[in-house]
Structures are given as C-alpha cells and as structure tokens.
DNA sequence: GATGACCTGTGA
DNA sequence: TCACAGGTCATC
C-alpha cells in the first residue's frame, strides 16, 4: 500500500508520539525481515535503554535516530507495511479487510519502558528494518522536487517515463499509483521515451507531480486520484475507456486519447 | 532496462 | 484455483 504520502503519515505518527521515550524490548522475530547484515542481537544492543530522538524520511524510507549519534534505525513498509504505536493505526485512512491484531504480523518493533509499544505490522514480509541505511541510495525526496531536480532525473534517460519516475535512486518516494495519476494528469503517455519529453512538457509533469502529491495526500493517500483504476473504465477528463499494460513491469492504466 | 524473484493475503 | 497487490532486488 505505502507510497511516499502514506510513509509520510506513518513517520508522522512516529514523529508525534514515539519519540523521546525509553526502549525496554525489542521485538524482531523475523531474520527474514532485517536486512543487510542486520540481527536481532544488534537491534537490542543498539536500541535498549537507547531512545528515538527523530523519525525522518526519504523517499519511502523511514529513518529514525537515536540518542546514540551512531545509532540510526532504517523502517521500510514494503507492498503491505503500516505502523502501529500504542496499538493504534498510523495515520492511514485506508481500511482493510481483516484489521485483526494478527501478531505474527508485527514483524519488528520495540516496547517502550512506559508500557506503551512500536510496532510494523507486514503481512506480506516485503517491507524492511536495518541498521544504519545508506540514504545516498536514493534521489532527491518527491515532496519537494524542484524541477530542476525532475530535469536532471529525466536527463539523457532512454527508458519509459514511467520507469524512470519509479526509479528510487533518481527520484525518491514516487509508486505506482502516484506516477499514473501524475502522467494522467500530464498527459503524458506513460510508455513514452524519456528523451523525447521536451522543456515544455517537463514542465508540465513538475506541476502534475506537485498538484497530484498535494492534492492526494489532502484527500488521505495514493488510492484517492481522480483516475479510475480499472480497465475500460472511462477517463474523466474525454470519456474514452482506460486502457491497461504493462509497464516498467506494472499494471499501468492510461488514456489513450489525451496522453501522448 | 526488462524480467522474474522475493512473500503472503485477498477476492474473483 | 488463479490473478493480483501501492516495493525492491538480483540477473540476464
């Protein structure tokens, strides 16, 4: 589920109400789910006692710093992550089907000393804890993308447009849902070559990405854009019916008619 | 770069 | 039973 506008509502939360608190566990039962040479053994070495000073974030990634200067804890929420704290919902609005407190799926997290708990729940297991993470992995964060930032991203880039706008380490933080949408509102063909993309219609993209980023994240998430999700579906803005391929290895809806 | 793999749940 | 899911990674 999580594109940029949902990792910012979760680091939010965390932001709000996890910070400054004393750690007294660490839940991480999952080897699977730490990456890069991370343990269970090290994630308590390096967080009990310790406590959580920042919840920042890049791109989709969530980065939370401790009191401990060499400590920094790196949460990604995958395909199907969401953060709890305090055994609530973060600042997601999306409902799901079975919201059961299904423990087995809180695949890492810390209890704090006052009893209260952090905890990311991952059904699917494809989101990600590590240590340390290497935040030069990715491009400049889409929530504040200048377009220059877009023109240097797209420059001398052969490849769809599509997958150069999902391509973490040019630009951080847009999924698939929130490309379509911004290409739709564009009106750029999402299977377009990259260089054939001119100044003007760069421009364009820039402010689709900004409008599509500020008026989605208004509306609650990357699943509330005015481009309906569904084959043959009509476009809104000429009625045509949606049409549905693959792209960069997506299931991509466009319009034919008004994205060129 | 495109492709498939990773893992598990949901709904048709 | 099958297709599909809002992400990332390795591999050709």
Redesign the pocket.
């Given at each position: 589920?999580?594109?940029?506008?949902?990792v910012e509502a979760a680091r939010r939360v965390l932001e709000e109400r996890a910070l400054n608190r004393e750690i007294a566990k660490v839940h991480a039962p999952d080897t699977?789910f730490m990456?890069r040479g991370t343990t269970a053994p090290a994630l308590r070495h390096a967080l009990v006692g310790n406590a959580f000073t920042a919840a920042r974030r890049r791109?989709?990634?969530i980065i939370l710093d401790t009191e401990n200067p060499d400590v920094r804890v790196g949460v990604?929420?995958?395909?199907?992550g969401r953060v709890l704290v305090d055994d609530e919902e973060a600042g997601?609005p999306?409902v799901?089907?079975?919201n059961?407190r299904?423990v087995?799926?809180h695949r890492f997290g810390v209890h704090f000393a006052d009893g209260g708990d952090f905890m990311l729940r991952d059904?699917?297991?494809?989101?990600?804890v590590e240590l340390d993470p290497d935040e030069r992995?990715l491009g400049p964060d889409a929530m504040t993308l200048t377009f220059a930032q877009l023109d240097h991203a797209l420059a001398k880039?052969?490849?769809?447009i599509?997958?150069?706008l999902?391509d973490?380490?040019r630009i951080?933080?847009?999924?698939?849902?929130?490309v379509d949408e911004s290409l739709w509102r564009a009106g750029i063909a999402p299977g377009r070559l990259t260089f054939t993309i001119d100044p003007a219609e760069r421009k364009v993209l820039h402010k689709a990405i900004r409008t599509t980023l500020r008026t989605l994240d208004r509306r609650g998430?990357?699943?509330t854009g005015d481009m309906p999700?569904g084959l043959d579906a009509p476009c809104p803005r000429d009625g045509a019916p949606l049409r549905?391929d693959?792209?960069?290895?997506?299931?991509t809806y466009w319009c034919a008619v008004h994205q060129h």
């Open positions: 589920m999580p594109e940029i506008l949902e699977w990456k791109g989709k990634q990604h929420l995958g395909m199907s997601d999306l799901y089907a079975s059961l299904m087995k799926w059904p699917r297991r494809l989101g990600a992995r880039r052969i490849a769809p599509k997958a150069v999902m973490q380490h951080a933080g847009l999924g698939n849902l929130l998430g990357s699943h999700r549905r693959k792209v960069a290895g997506r299931t």
